[in-house]
């Protein structure tokens, strides 16, 4: 068993940045890749990141030249930096692990973008 847990999620103004973090605990070892994804009041579960082996990392179109993902060396707490965030990028920002663990998600933290 996975567990996850993120923080970093809050009220910004467009244009501002926020960093989310994501922390892993349990059978670790079992994690190949993680993401990020996030949901829309009222809409689907949408893929934001992944970072995989060799760290090899995929962006959503919607993203790519504003958020980073990263993680630590010993691959068990992710990050998500966004930049230049739109009211477009509120949402429910959770963070997903997979593996020979199975797929896991952690709570989610909201990000709410004003104007």
């Known amino acids: 068993q996975v567990q996850l847990v993120e923080s970093g999620g809050g009220l910004v103004q467009a244009g501002g940045s926020l960093r989310l973090s994501c922390t892993a605990t349990g059978d670790v070892s079992r994690i190949d890749a993680m993401a990020w994804y996030r949901q829309p009041l009222g809409k689907q579960r949408e893929l934001v990141a992944r970072?995989?082996?060799?760290?090899?990392?995929h962006y959503a179109d919607f993203v790519k030249g504003r958020f980073t993902i990263s993680r630590d060396n010993a691959k068990t707490t992710q990050f998500l930096q966004m930049n230049s965030l739109k009211p477009d990028d509120t949402a429910v920002y959770y963070c997903h692990a997979e593996g020979r663990s199975g797929h896991n998600w952690g709570q989610g933290t909201q990000v709410t973008v004003s104007t």
């Open positions: 970072i995989g082996n060799g760290e090899i990392t």
